[in-house]
Every structure is written in C-alpha cells, then in structure tokens.
C-alpha cells in the first residue's frame, strides 16, 4: 500500500516535472513572460519569470518586450498590464479568476460618492477595474498608499474601494480627512480580532505582522503593518525566529518556503483567497498553447486609466521598489 502510494507521488512529481518544462519551452518558442502573484500556488509562482505584488508586476509588465504576458493574478492585474503594455497579448489563464474587492465598486458608485464629497480628488486603489480607475485622479497599491495620498495638494481626499487601507492611511495621514468606500477584501476581513488575541497569548514572543485590508481592529493589534512586499523584507531583514502573518496563504507559504530557519504561523482559518487559486501547471499551459483568455480594455477608458497608474508610477518610482522574493525565479 505505501509504495503504491509513493509510485502515485512520483508519477505525479514527474508529470509536474514535464509540465513544468513544457509551460518554459512554450514561453520561450512564444516570446511569452510569465508574471505571478505571490498569493498564487507555489507551483506556479515556481514556473513564473517574475514572481511579485501589484505593484512590481504592474512595473514588469509596462517595460517586457514579450510578444505575450500570460498574468497568473486576478483579472484587475491582468488589466493593468493591458494598459501599460497595449501593444502586447495578455492572457489570464481562467477567467474566473476575478477580486470581489475590486466588483464592490463600479462607475456610478463611484460617481455618487465623489458628490457626496465635491472637489476632493480620488485615490483608487489598483484593486479596481480599469473603469473605476479612469474617474479617478491617481492610483495607488497597499506599498504606495500613504506616500500619494500625502502627495496630494488637498485637506481632503476620497479613498476607494478598500476601508481597511483607507483607514490605515488615515491613520498615517491625519493631517487629511479621508472619505472612505465601504468595500474590503473578504479573504483579509475573516481573520478577527479575537483570533489575533488568542494568538498573542498562545505565542506571546511572536511577531504579529498585519496587511493593511485587514480590518482595522485586525491591523491595531499587530506589531507591524505592512503591503505584501514590505511584510516579505521585514521577516526577510528581521533578527527575529518567529512571526505570526495576518495575510493570504500564498505569501505565507511562499515565505515559509524561502525562510526555513524561521517559524512562519497564520491564523485559523486559513486566510485563503479562492480566486487567486483558480491558475494551475495545466490551465497555465492550455492558456498558452491556446492563447485565451485575452484580456482587453476598451479604447474609450484605457487612455484616462492608464494615466491614472502613470501618476502612481511618477510619485513611487521616486523610491526603490520591490525586486520579488529573494529565490526569484529569473
Ligand atoms: S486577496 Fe482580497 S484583494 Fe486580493 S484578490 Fe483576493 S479578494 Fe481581492
């Protein structure tokens, strides 16, 4: 019985092995680049080019020469390279794979809110549709929310669609009053307070490092608070042995992965985002072979959601960025 169970294993191993240098050689044959989000499967994060958050991946797409960028990430992100790189195919490989966030908001929404609050510019955060994006005035990501919203000429400012980043740049930012949208990011919104605090008292010499999404009774317990790419360099930089990550299984396993020496834990339940699973080795592959789904964005917003990111891209090329995980793929 175990070494039919292991033979099962390693026949396994050994397809994903295959695949693994099938999905390359196809890119290569293709001219395609590979960019993939760190909440992604470890597998695939394993075959991409480049492996990153929002923002690194957004600056990869806008300077590849690739004929194709196939973008394991959600459909927003794959939009975002649509519009930096237009000349290029992008191609998400299952098109479920979509940020309920980012639907929390649409156009009308948004138009009613910015009445409601006349004059103040909007800081729309890049989990937003490429509509959203062009009636706003910038856009920012969870590394760069504070530093826009401050660099704006204005007491007051419109926030969408996240509260939980909203409310962590207010609190960064209280020279500003911040109008907030009332979306958030399910999968961040799950862990709760009380699961923080039993976790403190179970492992009292842990480091608890917080996403801004979560919500902000979440992120107030927390001893760090941080994006995607700064809560990777702060365990990455950290003398610390143990830290306890309140963010998506993704970035948890993949920092598991690349810092064996420390004690990486979560919380319970497992903060697990379904729509940044649905990529896998086999539809990755077909996506490619195939070339579908290609993402595309209409003429009539692409031109007034790109220059919303170029702004974005202005205040925060201003400062280093995020290379990806220290074992970059490429
Ligand atoms: S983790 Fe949250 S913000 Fe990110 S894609 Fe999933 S639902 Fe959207």
């Known amino acids: 019985m175990t070494s039919l169970m292991a033979k099962s294993v390693i026949d396994k191993t050994s397809e994903k092995l295959e695949l693994f240098g099938s999905i390359k050689e196809l890119a290569r044959q293709k001219n395609a680049v590979i960019l993939t989000h760190i909440y992604q499967r ?12 929002s923002l ?11 004929d194709i960028i196939i973008f394991c990430g959600v459909h927003f992100m794959a939009e975002t390279a649509k519009l930096l790189n237009p000349s290029k195919k992008v191609l998400l490989p299952d098109i479920q794979s979509g940020c309920p966030m980012a639907d929390m908001i649409n156009v009308d929404d948004l138009r009613a809110f910015k009445q409601a609050h006349p ?9 937003s549709s490429a509509a959203v994006k062009a009636e706003s005035d910038i856009c920012c990501t969870s590394t760069n929310a ?15 669609p996240d509260k939980g980043l909203g409310e962590w740049v207010q609190y960064q930012v209280p020279e500003k ?13 799950q862990i709760t307070s009380a699961e923080v605090d039993r976790q403190r ?3 009292p010499d842990a480091v608890i490092i917080a996403h801004p999404e979560c919500d902000p009774e979440v992120w107030r317990r927390a001893d760090f608070v941080g994006s995607t790419s700064e809560i990777y360099k702060f365990i990455e930089n950290s003398h610390g042995r143990r830290f306890i990550i309140l963010s998506e299984q993704g970035l ?10 420390k004690e990486i834990m979560t919380v319970f339940p497992l903060p697990l985002c379904p729509n940044m699973k649905y990529h896998s080795l086999e539809n990755l592959y077909d996506a490619l072979d195939k070339e579908y789904t290609e ?11 790109r220059a919303m990111i170029d702004r974005m891209m202005e205040v925060s090329n201003r400062k280093e960025t995020w290379s990806g995980p220290t074992t970059q793929n490429s």
């Open 42 to 53: 470890l597998e695939v994060q394993r075959v991409a080019d480049f492996v990153g958050d």
């Open 56 to 66: 690194m991946l957004s600056k990869k797409a806008a300077e590849t020469n690739a």
């Open 119 to 127: 004059g103040a510019p909007v800081v729309c955060y890049i989990n």
């Open 146 to 160: 504070v530093d826009i919203t401050r660099s704006l000429d204005s007491k007051e400012v419109i926030f969408v």
């Open 177 to 189: 009053k911040i109008h907030i949208y009332d979306g958030f990011c399910p999968t961040h919104w």
């Open 201 to 203: 008292i179970n492992h």
């Open 252 to 261: 948890v396993a993949r920092i598991q992965a690349d810092f064996p020496e």
């Open 295 to 305: 993402i595309t964005v209409p003429d009539s917003i692409a031109k007034s959601a």
